[in-house]
């Protein structure tokens, strides 16, 4: 029973996922009681099944529920109750609610710092996710003396070639990229991607990744011919070594469409789009967050082209599911209503848009705090639409 949750979890069927861990869960109180390190963990599975359903107050109240009984039966500087920790902290970044994951990340690191060692594969996990916070907050030179930190760190214990060793790389091309070092980032990018091949191979998933990074590195500049040819590289290693079915071989034909459209290959890319989502319907369900997903990239291409008509239905179609799969305030569901919102402004629909940014705003302030980085930018859309209204 337990080992086909996270099968369900995968294929986004919650509710099939959420009524094998409670049994899991129940059983689990009658053979082995309710403090039993196995129950908790299957206590703390239930979290995420929660999280994706759009029942936020659910899950924070189960793990916190599990890290008070982990601290008071381990412990507080326990292996798993440090865990349970930074499982709530990324539930809260997942929430863009960074200060009070950094507040746990910084909780845990610290503990594991002193109990495991500074240079222990935990401790350097909580470093690297702590940094990912960080740069999320646009805190970039924090961000990089931490990252700077793991991979020197990793270098010396694990080897320059180790997988950790160039993931902490491929991160630090990453946050070097957000302060527009194009450079550095490529050569980091370029370097990861050759030790990999000669290290992995040229097919393992981990160097077909590096090599989508640098094709998306590669867009962004609109170095669009190279883009592509990385592109095409990764969709068809990734067809021919994981099946043309496969979700991350989905995710680069998703990421080639957006090369198409950005070069006006307008017919290209929605061919590739409704391939996706074609694929993605038939495989996971037409209800799936990665179905909806491909829905809302397609209709953000169609209201880029002015289609008004046609990225309206999707766009109306995306908002309609996820709240009902995920619920009204949840913030994928707001995002579907902020892009709702954003398309009737730019045909100047103002009522419209102008009742939606309102919805989203009061929503995001209630459930996320006014002060909270989604609700900030929900007032500014919403200004400017009285801006443009002349108000």
Known sequence: MVN??????????????????????????????????????????????????????????????????????????????????????LAYKNQRRWKEAEELEVQVMETRKRVLGEEHPDTLVSMARLAWTYSNQGRWKETEELEVQVMETRKRVLGEEHPDTLVSMARLGVDVYNQGRWKETEELEVQVMETRKRVLGEEHPDTLNIISDLALMYRNQGRWKEAEELGVQVIETKKRVLGKE????????????????????LKEAEELDLQVIEIRKRVLGEEHLDTLLSMANLAWMYSNQRRWKKAEELMLKVMETRKRVLGEEHPVTLVSISDLALMYKNQRRWKEAEELGVQVMETRKRVLGEDHPDTLISMANLASTYGDQGR
């Open 246 to 265: 496969h979700p991350s071989t989905l995710i680069s034909m998703a990421n080639l469409a957006l090369v198409y459209d950005s070069q006006g290959r």
């Open 4 to 89: 086909q949750a996270p099968t369900y979890r995968n294929q986004g069927q919650w509710k099939e996922a959420e009524e094998l861990e409670a049994q899991v869960i129940e059983t689990g109180k009658g053979v082995l009681k309710e403090e039993h390190p196995d129950t908790l963990t299957s206590t703390a599975n239930l979290g995420p099944t929660y999280g994706n359903q759009g029942r936020l107050k659910e899950a924070e109240e189960l793990r916190l529920k599990v890290i008070e009984t982990r601290k008071r039966v381990l412990g507080e500087e326990h292996l798993d109750t440090l865990i349970s920790i930074a499982d709530l902290a």
